[in-house]
């Protein structure tokens, strides 16, 4: 067990829909990570926060958005979804942006979009 | 930008010894992580190594070459339950995210 939680751990939607994935990190961690996992494919970074900030942008597109919250519980939001989508979103913390090298992990959710 | 390579397949046998290489291409270079991922499971750090040379962890080794832009993932003794994707990931200057290969799927055989 890392100590990251992710939620919900499935997600079935249809096209055209808004999700929410919420992801709290390791407790001492400031920096969440978002990743998406699509089938056989490696991790696409898509954003990082670090205390509430956002840090870095990768690959994300325009209709996915996110946040991290005093409480540095992060959420990330996916509008408009497509049959692409379909993939498991990973959350990960680190204690910085300095250590990001080493990141922890949840257990991820999986989103099917029909 | 930044590129990494790793084999899509590695085959080794139980009780043997198997390296998983990793080259890459970055516009700037911190160091190079080491992440295991079982199916239908979340990726786990393994080792990170930021300076030329061997870093052991167990039966599990890293090497780092910056000046040939290469490492590798080493595996000693291996175990049934090492079966499972290797992704080498990369941590740019100036960044503080990783950037992940596509990965090394092991399978151990008896």
């Known amino acids: 067990d890392s100590g990251v939680t992710q939620t919900p751990k499935h997600l079935i939607t249809a096209t055209g829909q808004r999700v929410t994935l919420r992801c709290s990190p390791r407790s001492g961690d400031l920096s969440v990570y978002w990743y998406q996992q699509s089938l056989d494919q490696g991790l696409q970074f898509l954003i990082q926060y670090y205390n509430g900030e956002e840090r870095a942008k990768g690959n994300i597109l325009e209709r996915f958005s996110a946040q991290q919250f005093p409480d540095l519980h992060s959420e990330l939001n996916l509008s408009s979804l497509e049959l692409g989508d379909s993939a498991l979103y990973f959350c990960?913390?680190?204690?910085?942006?300095?250590?990001?090298?080493?990141?922890?992990f949840g257990p991820g959710t999986r989103l099917t979009v029909t | 930008g930044q590129s990494l390579e790793q084999p899509s397949e590695v085959t080794a046998v139980e009780g043997a010894i198997v390296q998983i290489n990793c080259t890459y291409q970055?516009?700037?270079?911190?160091?190079l992580s080491w992440y295991q991922q079982h199916d239908g499971g979340a990726p786990t750090f393994l080792s990170y190594n930021a300076l030329d040379g061997l870093e052991e962890t167990g039966r599990f080794s890293s090497f780092l070459s910056r000046s040939d832009s290469y490492g590798y993932l080493l595996l000693q003794e291996l175990q049934m339950k090492d079966s499972a994707s290797y992704f080498c990931?990369?941590?740019?200057?100036?960044?503080?995210?990783?950037?992940f290969g596509t990965g090394t799927r092991l399978t151990v055989i008896p």
């Open positions: 990931a990369v941590r740019e200057g100036g960044a503080n995210n990783l950037f």
């Open positions: 990960a913390s680190s204690v910085g942006g300095g250590r990001s090298y080493e990141q922890y």
């Open positions: 970055t516009s700037g270079f911190y160091g």
